[in-house]
T-cell receptor, first 109, second 114 residues
Framework: EDQVTQSPEALRLQEGESSSLNCSYT??????LFWYRQDPGKGPEFLFT???AGEEKEKERLKATLTKKESFLHITAPKPEDSATYLC??????????FGQGTRLTINP | SQTIHQWPATLVQPVGSPLSLECTVE??????LYWYRQAAGRGLQLLFY??????ISSEVPQNLSASRPQDRQFILSSKKLLLSDSGFYLC?????????????FGPGTRLLVL
């Protein structure tokens, strides 16, 4: 059965303090790994899709990387507005996604 | 550009009452549509998905049902709500086809069953 595990569950950083979020997965044939950002009370907002090991994508202070067993979301010099829950998901057949539990990120000014 | 709508935004319902949540997508045709539920502080659980009008696949046995009466309309229903049905309900869409495409989410409906 496909599984996605995110760590840590929660992370508190000071503004400007860089760090990484982890997403480990077990899937029979990766059909894409997806990162989303979710603000409280809102729907998830798409950030990145990665399809193959070694692939990297960047957007502002965020950079996503992918290996055969895990993905990292690196946050460089974060700002308070980066505070959110970050969700990772892997693609299954029939265009379904399996989501991890998320990492709740708090950036203190 | 594509837009996805959900309503209502929030709903408070008594146990045993019926439920109808609606999701519509604009700016695309023949999308795949999905219903998810998110419990407080948890990840997303896929409830139903649909690849076309009248075609519904259920992922989790429960007292909820889904229907797709039109190409860009997806409805989540229940005849009798349970306390455990409380949660944040999200609708998502993706382009149809054989490849894995990104899913885009609506704003969600917060349901509280009392």
């Amino acid at each position: 059965e496909d599984q996605v595990t995110q760590s840590p569950e929660a992370l508190r950083l000071q503004e400007g303090e860089s760090s990484s979020l982890n997403c480990s997965y077990t899937v029979s044939g990766l059909r894409g790994l997806f990162w989303y950002r979710q603000d409280p009370g809102k729907g998830p907002e798409f950030l990145f899709t990665l399809y193959s090991a070694g692939e990297e994508k960047e957007k502002e202070r965020l950079k996503a990387t992918l290996t055969k067993k895990e993905s990292f979301l690196h946050i460089t010099a974060p700002k308070p507005e980066d505070s959110a829950t970050y969700l990772c998901a892997v693609g299954q057949g029939a265009q379904k996604l399996v989501f991890g539990q998320g990492t709740r990120l708090t950036i203190n000014p | 550009s594509q837009t996805i709508h959900q309503w209502p935004a929030t709903l408070v319902q008594p146990v045993g009452s019926p439920l109808s949540l609606e999701c519509t997508v604009e700016g695309t045709s023949n999308p795949n549509l999905y219903w998810y539920r998110q419990a407080a502080g948890r990840g997303l659980q896929l409830l139903f998905y649909s690849v076309g009008i009248g075609q519904i696949s259920s992922e989790v046995p429960q007292n909820l049902s889904a229907s797709r009466p039109q190409d860009r309309q997806f409805i989540l229903s229940s005849k009798k709500l349970l306390l455990s049905d409380s949660g944040f309900y999200l609708c998502a869409w993706t382009t149809g086809g054989g490849t894995q495409e990104t899913q885009y989410f609506g704003p969600g409906t917060r349901l509280l069953v009392l």
